[in-house]
């Protein structure tokens, strides 16, 4: 079975803190991508990262990075720094055999 | 460059009438597929397109919703008649694929579509 969990429901961090959203998938297939999408107060899903199965490379970009382990099946996505303007839902997500699934979302807010 | 463009932003309806939400996919991609969220059930995949031929409707929730893509550059996703438990934000998302695994290459999402039925 497909299944991603994000078992953080929501987070509260104060300004300037670093954050980390955890994201745990299951999956046997062999081949597969991995996603993090945010969904700010406005609604719209802005697509963060993807990662595919067959590379475990550590990603950082700005402030944000992403820790991909297959050994524990998980996607976790680090804020450093946190801002205001992160506050959002942040999903993460599993594409294969032609379907994504999304998990719940975590919502975070970071407290001025 | 535009990205998926979504119509209409926001739509209150009475029960029983129809309800048509339209999707503009960025040009080139050749997936699309229609989510809803609601607090309850979060992101639902209803259906998606390849080629404008749809491939998975298992999400579709009953024969009230159906779905369209007539051409490259258009979908619809009709409800009627449409009931209070329809209520929810309706996103239409493309993607173009990738060569490994055909349609999950990264979703682009439209603003969706918010949708009150009362």
């Known amino acids: 079975a497909q299944k991603v969990t994000q078992a953080q429901t929501e987070i509260s961090v104060v300004e300037k803190e670093d954050v980390t959203l955890d994201c745990v998938y299951e999956?046997?297939?062999?081949?597969?991508?991995l996603f993090w999408y945010k969904q700010p107060p406005s609604g719209e899903l802005v697509f963060l990262i993807r990662r595919n199965s067959f590379d475990e490379q550590n990603e950082i970009s700005g402030r944000y990075s992403w820790n991909f382990q297959k050994s524990t099946s998980s996607f976790n996505f680090t804020i450093t720094a946190s801002q205001v303007v992160d506050s959002a839902v942040y999903f993460c997500a599993l594409g294969t055999l032609g379907q994504f699934y999304f998990g719940t979302g975590t919502s975070l807010t970071v407290i001025p | 460059d535009a990205g998926v463009i979504q119509s209409p932003r926001h739509e209150v309806t009475e029960m029983g009438q129809e309800v048509t939400l339209r999707c503009k996919p960025i040009s080139g991609h050749d997936y699309l597929f229609w989510y809803r969220q609601t607090m309850m059930r979060g992101l639902e995949l209803l259906i998606y397109?390849?080629?404008?031929?749809?491939?998975?409707d298992s999400g579709m929730p009953e024969d009230r919703f159906s779905a369209k893509m007539p051409n490259a550059s258009f979908s619809t996703l009709k409800i009627q008649p449409s009931e209070p438990r329809d209520s929810a934000v309706y996103f239409c998302a493309s993607s173009p694929g990738s060569l490994s695994l055909p349609n999950t290459g990264e979703l682009f999402f439209g603003e969706g579509s918010r949708l009150t039925v009362l």
């Open positions: 999956t046997r297939d062999t081949t597969y991508y």
């Open positions: 397109f390849n080629n404008n031929v749809p491939i998975d």
